[in-house]
């Protein structure tokens, strides 16, 4: 009984949960069912495009609402782009200005170097004129003498004519009318020309020592209008003192170099040369054109040209010497023959007469690979280093790769010379 029992409790329990388990799964068909009839799926693995819910009419008006600004708004926005009219307006008007200046600008400077021109113009036919006159007045003087010494001829030429006519006369008379001797002299003389006739003439010599003269104001002149455009270019060059080997002194302004029997005591520094007696300027060219000079004449041996930092400094190797490597270009003047040098060869340099140079002319156009040495006293090119020359100096182009460096050595003279020893960086201010 008590059996029975509990088996009728337990199976009115099991079946009180299978009720509530029915009540729990009623909910979830219900869900499927809703997702099936108003819903799409989500499913990821379906390539269809999923639709947004369609937003409701009050939403959709709420939404446009909030996107359109506020009468504030727009009267700001306005005034923002007012305000941005107005000063691109003013700044084209500007640049228009400015574009007007440069025309005006460039025509006011067109007239100050044609007055310059007409200046020098103006100078030359002055002094062609002076010249002339010169001339003029020498063939006058000139004149002027030959006509007395013609007018002495003349003199004599009628007394000859006189005595001829007088012993004609005294020839055609009768023996007996000898007597009478009228017209006739013995006493003219032969007359003979003076060593002062010889003398008189055009002075030749002054006129080709004119001439010569002319051509060396001609040739000076051709050279300062090219140094003129070079100088254009010019740069201040000063020398770094912490490359400068220890014998070399620099003086206070940084532009004049001078060999000392003794070297400084300092401590040396990581980017002195401390064997090649040499020094690098302190200002890199590493882009466009730039040009100096260099005073040698008070110097005996040297070498003058440009660097890479990346020139050894230490040792005597040939990586330390300029025109020895790959990173230097110069010209030297050793045993009185100049010559340029780079990646260890070198050419004789041309256009060099029997005086010894004053001035070297360095002009470098970075930007092209260009690097050219002049006299610049005449400005005669000395050596032009450029791609032409690349297979003279085993290189496949020639462009520069580092900023270059303006560069000086000392080099040892022959035993029998006198060791002298300066050189400066000229000021090229003014021309």
């Not at 013609?150 to 004599?156: A, I, M, V």
Request: contains cysteine.
């Amino acid at each position: 009984m008590e059996a029975a029992e509990s088996s009728h409790a337990g199976s009115g329990r099991s079946a009180a949960a299978q009720s509530v388990q029915n009540d729990l799964m009623a909910p979830s068909v219900g869900i499927d069912s809703l997702l099936q009839d108003g819903f799409t799926s989500l499913d990821t693995s379906s390539d269809r495009v999923v639709q947004p819910f369609p937003r409701s009419p009050k939403l959709q008006r709420k939404v446009a609402k909030a996107a359109q600004p506020s009468q504030e708004q727009l009267s700001r926005r306005m005034e923002e782009l007012q305000a941005e009219k107005s000063k691109t307006d003013a700044h084209i008007e500007s640049l228009k200005k400015r574009k007007a200046d440069l025309s005006r600008t460039t025509e006011v400077m067109k007239q100050q170097v044609r007055e310059r021109f007409e200046n020098m113009r103006r100078v030359l036919k002055q002094d062609e004129q002076v010249v002339l006159d010169s001339l003029e007045l020498d063939l006058r003087r000139t004149r002027t003498r030959l006509d007395q010494v013609l007018k002495n001829w003349k003199q004599h030429l009628d007394q000859v004519a006189e005595s001829i006519v007088g012993t004609q006369r005294v020839l055609s008379r009768s023996p007996g009318a000898e007597e009478d001797g009228k017209g006739y002299s013995e006493s003219l003389s032969p007359k003979k020309p003076d060593t002062s006739e010889e003398e008189i003439g055009l002075n030749k010599e002054r006129f080709e020592m004119l001439l010569k003269t002319l051509a060396s104001i001609s040739r000076n002149l051709k050279a300062q209008l090219q140094r003129k455009t070079l100088l254009l270019d010019s740069t201040p060059t000063m020398i770094d003192r912490q490359t400068c080997h220890a014998q070399i002194m620099v003086t206070p302004e940084g532009r004049s170099l001078s060999f000392s029997g003794s070297p400084r005591s300092a401590p040396e520094h990581p980017l002195q040369f401390d064997k090649v007696c040499c020094a690098l300027g302190s200002s890199p060219i590493a882009a466009g054109q730039s040009y100096w000079e260099v005073d040698v004449h008070c110097c005996s041996a040297w070498a003058v040209g440009v660097a890479y930092a990346s020139l050894e400094r230490k040792g005597r190797d040939k990586g330390a010497k300029l025109g020895r490597n790959r990173n230097s270009w110069c010209i030297e003047f050793r045993n009185r023959n100049l010559s340029a040098w780079h990646n260890d060869r070198n050419v004789a340099c041309q256009g060099v007469g029997q005086t010894p140079l004053g001035r070297v002319g360095v002009w470098v156009n970075y930007d092209k690979g260009q690097l050219m040495f002049y006299d610049a006293d005449n400005m005669v090119v000395l050596q032009r280093f450029s791609a032409a020359l690349t297979p003279v100096f085993d290189r496949a182009h020639h462009q520069f790769t580092q900023p270059l460096y303006p560069a000086v050595r000392f080099l040892k003279p022959p035993e029998n010379q006198i060791w002298s020893n300066h050189l400066e960086f000229c000021h090229l201010g003014s021309p």
